[in-house]
């Protein structure tokens, strides 16, 4: 799960890319980069961090030109503390290409290799958005054969490129003197949206907050599988790449990743998350009855819209209970389990007031680690709740993500291998309950306007909550070679990341 962005505009871009990132920074923490091209030669500035401590002014100003990307960083393989695994990744042939990568690649591994035997090609780093990258540029040259560049061999390589890479993947890409491409993967599990702008700057980003907070009209969703190229004009150029597109958007993006004011797929994010609330309000029901619950806490923030639902729905007080420092980074995304520890309370600090002598619900968007519930529902105690009760807008989070999410190893699943009564007393509230697979679904689909014209949802990919992959070539030996990739290990320097900023309001 990260951030990306592109331009094509007929003014300077770097200030424009810096601030679509600043609304794409809950998407990654850990670092950021922007290339802008003129006159075919790229400028690049990438480093660890958040976008407003690696942008300043000196380096703004080194980047030139009307056309570039950027990312913002949350890794899930390589290592997270090498600065060289920041994007944008570049390859000088053909032409000049510069990448951006949202996603994981399930099958990185093989095609590292078949890069090495077959295509001729050096991967420096253990990012599989490396690989990707030159697996693209490998497939722009063969579509080439050294003759100009036309939209349509953009299109074969792109065709080329979904034969060859398994997993999630949106893309943007940079080709010097000729534009900006973006593409997503046949199943369209990680989200890109395409918008436009008064003076005709053409956007490509992860999410329609960034095209909206940036000036720009939303047009469309890139469809899965398809390809889109904006050339240095302005001109838009678009051709469905794949045999068999089907939209199976990521659930995980509606429950917690996304910005509740972004569209994604379609799916009013901010809507999902009230619908997920609704249908919350039944499974208390049958757990607790609302006579024995006096107020009703989310943990903020991607909770909040669940939680005003479930208290109208059950007629109970809904209050603020936590104060949160907004300073901290996200915890979920934080790599080393003990800064993820040591971050929690520092990152929300309770108004004892609206817990002293009270039965509280607790709302959370889901629970992945149980780490910070557990120490949530302390703090709770702490304050002089007589019962902490606990619920999740999601199901129990059991199985490993393979396509981006940083949660593949199942021994860090609170949930995994464990009833609903062992979470509880491992978490340590009075009743946990849990929103359930189906009606998860359910409410996340019935967001879904059904507009003519837009691509409808096959279905989500919902893996870590039902262990179905929807690329449906997942096993156990993909998993476990996943896990050695995985950059969840403790930074050898046990630095706290915590120090970083979030400036947008929406994190959780």
């Known amino acids: 799960m990260c951030g990306i962005v592109g331009v094509v505009s007929s003014a300077p871009v770097n200030q424009l890319i810096y601030d679509a990132l600043l609304l794409l920074q809950h998407r990654g923490q850990d670092a950021a980069g922007i290339v802008t091209q003129q006159e075919r030669k790229f400028f690049m500035h990438k480093a660890k961090g958040m976008v407003r401590d690696v942008f300043r002014t000196r380096n703004m100003r080194a980047l030139p030109g009307s056309a570039g990307l950027g990312q913002v960083r949350y890794p899930t393989a390589g290592n997270a503390y090498s600065e060289e695994e920041a994007q944008p990744f570049y390859v000088n042939a053909p032409f000049g290409i510069v990448l951006v990568h949202n996603g994981n690649l399930t099958n990185a591994h093989a095609l590292k290799a078949e890069l090495f035997s077959t295509d001729h090609r050096h991967i420096n780093t253990e990012s599989d958005s490396e690989v990707l990258l030159n697996v693209f540029a490998h497939e722009l040259e063969r579509s080439t054969r050294g003759v100009p560049l036309q939209p349509e061999d953009v299109f074969t390589a792109v065709r080329n490129v979904h034969r060859r890479v398994r997993g ?47 000036g720009h009209a939303f047009e469309r969703h890139v469809a899965p599988g398809e390809a889109v190229f904006i050339d240095l004009e302005g001109r838009l150029h678009a051709r469905q790449c794949a045999q068999e597109p089907r939209l199976n958007p990521c659930i995980f993006e509606y429950i917690y990743l996304a910005r509740p004011d972004s569209v994604l797929d379609g799916i009013s994010v901010y809507q999902a998350r009230l619908n997920l609330g609704e249908t919350l309000a039944k499974r208390v029901v049958s757990t607790v009855p609302p006579s024995e619950i006096d107020v009703i806490i989310p943990i903020p923030e991607s909770s909040r819209p669940s939680a005003t639902q479930l208290a109208h729905l059950l007629g109970v007080p809904y209050r603020e209970g936590f104060v949160k420092n907004r300073y901290v980074g996200r915890t979920f995304i934080m790599p080393g389990q003990s800064v993820r520890k040591k971050s929690v309370r520092q990152k929300l600090n309770v108004i004892a007031s609206e817990f002293k002598d009270r039965n509280v619900l607790l709302v959370d968007d889901s629970i992945v680690r149980g780490t910070t519930s557990r120490e949530i529902v302390q703090m709770a105690r702490d304050a002089g709740a007589r019962k902490v009760y606990l619920a999740s807008a999601a199901p129990p989070v059991r199985f490993p993500n393979v396509y981006g999410i940083d949660m593949p190893t199942a021994g860090e699943l609170v949930a995994y291998g464990r009833t609903v009564e062992e979470v509880r007393q491992i978490i340590g509230c009075d009743a946990l309950i849990y929103q359930d697979v189906e009606g998860m679904k359910r409410a996340v689909m019935k967001a879904a306007p059904g507009a003519a014209g837009a691509v409808p949802i096959s279905g989500f990919d919902a893996s870590c909550f039902d262990g179905v992959y929807v690329t449906g070539d997942i096993n156990p030996d993909d998993i476990a070679r996943i896990n050695e990739a995985r950059i969840g290990q403790e930074d050898p320097l046990d630095e706290d990341t915590s120090r970083l900023a979030l400036p947008n309001a929406q994190d959780a």
């Open 168 to 214: 999630s993947y949106a893309v943007i890409a940079l080709i010097a003197g000729h534009g900006v491409l973006a593409f997503r993967d046949p199943y369209g599990i990680r989200p890109l949206s395409l918008g436009r702008g008064k003076d005709g700057t053409v956007m490509v980003a992860s999410e329609s907050v960034a095209l909206e907070g940036t």
